[in-house]
């Protein structure tokens, strides 16, 4: 990554944040809930939309801004990537048409669905299947997609060996128990079926360019919000993952596999233009997640409404000033 550089002018006004800063980046498609809908699917806490499936411990809202959040953090994702999942991952290989045989792609906690459209549009032979614990993607799906409701903590009706590849990305927050993930994915992966994972690390990092840069001096507050977010996490039953996805998939029985992490720059730090436009993006993205998971630190992690205040606004501050950090995307792929 390029040396970087001090922050630009545009970092003095906090209504930045409010609208993320890049017009390539805003969602012109977010589908407005029905009020019909609320009743069964969601319930109002607080003037924000929550599941209100009575057995998920997912603690983030469900409502347009979070929806908004989640496109802009994907289309950013996508860019840093260099496309939907990483590079040397045989997805086109396993995918390639079959007149033989129909491929299916099943994406777990599928979201607003972006990542499973546009895959379908890149392979329109393929059938895919997102699924998710409330209807917020899109319900004008592509002929190829089918947007299915479900909890992924419980097995799904499918067939054992029906995908070819399995998509779970950003799902930690849904699952409880990720070898009972890993142990469904098995059993609906063909024999040489892909598994595709990525979370985003729930700490603070800096770049490797910045090795002298350490969380707990160089960014306190930022150290302390994920601390407190974890412990709240954990409260709920969300425990962080031990060991990691990759020795859970190796143990599981799986090979090659592969892990491969993304730094996504956090602030307008970068020298490069393109990777100083994505931190001012996904800067307005973090902001936006620290209101979505404001409920859980008031309410599983012991602060205050007056202690979450002090505390975002020692968080954006270092957002703005501090040089180097980054969100830490984690990606695993391996083979059935």
């Known amino acids: ?128 299947r997102a699924l998710d614990i409330v209807p917020i993607a899109t319900r004008l ?26 998509h779970a990305r950003s799902v930690t927050m849904a699952v409880t128990s990720y070898a009972t993930l890993i142990t469904e994915t098995l059993r609906l992966l063909r024999p040489g079926g892909l598994f595709l994972s990525g979370e985003w690390g729930r700490y603070p990092a800096f770049h490797p360019d910045f090795p002298g840069s350490t969380p707990p001096t160089h960014a306190p507050a930022l150290a302390t919000f994920f601390a407190h977010l974890q412990g709240a996490l954990t409260a709920r039953g969300l425990a962080p993952l031990s060991p990691p996805i990759a020795a859970l998939l190796a143990h599981a029985g799986f090979v090659d596999v592969t892990s491969r992490d ?38 599983n992690g012991g602060l205050s409404e007056d202690d979450v205040d002090q505390l975002y606004q020692n968080v954006e501050n270092e957002l703005r000033t501090v040089q180097g950090m980054v969100a830490v995307f984690h990606t695993v792929h391996a083979r059935k």
């Not at 997912?58 to 989640?70: A, I, K, S």
């Open 141 to 166: 799906p592509l002929p190829n997609v089918q947007f299915t409701m479900h909890d992924a903590n419980t097995p799904t009706s499918y067939a054992d060996g029906t995908f070819d590849l399995i």
């Open 1 to 128: 990554m390029p040396v970087p550089v001090p922050p630009d002018n545009e970092d003095h006004n906090s209504d930045e944040e409010s609208q993320y800063p890049n017009a390539e980046f805003i969602d012109s498609d977010v589908e407005e809930l029905q009020s019909a809908d609320f009743p069964t699917y969601f319930a109002e806490r607080d003037g924000r939309l929550f599941h209100s499936h009575g057995s998920s411990l997912y603690p983030m809202p469900v409502d347009t801004p979070e929806q908004e959040r989640m496109n802009v953090q994907h289309r950013a994702l996508v860019e840093l990537m260099g496309g939907h999942y990483p590079r040397g991952c045989p997805v086109a290989d396993v995918l390639a048409e079959d007149p033989e045989q129909q491929k299916f792609v099943m994406d777990v906690c599928t979201g607003t669905g972006k990542w499973t459209m546009e895959m379908a549009r890149d392979f329109p032979h393929v059938a895919f």
């Open 262 to 299: 993304y730094y996504m720059p956090l602030g307008s730090w970068p020298a490069d233009a393109a990777l100083r436009r994505l931190g001012r993006a996904f800067r307005a993205v973090f902001m936006r997640y620290l209101a979505s998971v404001r409920p859980v630190l008031v309410e």
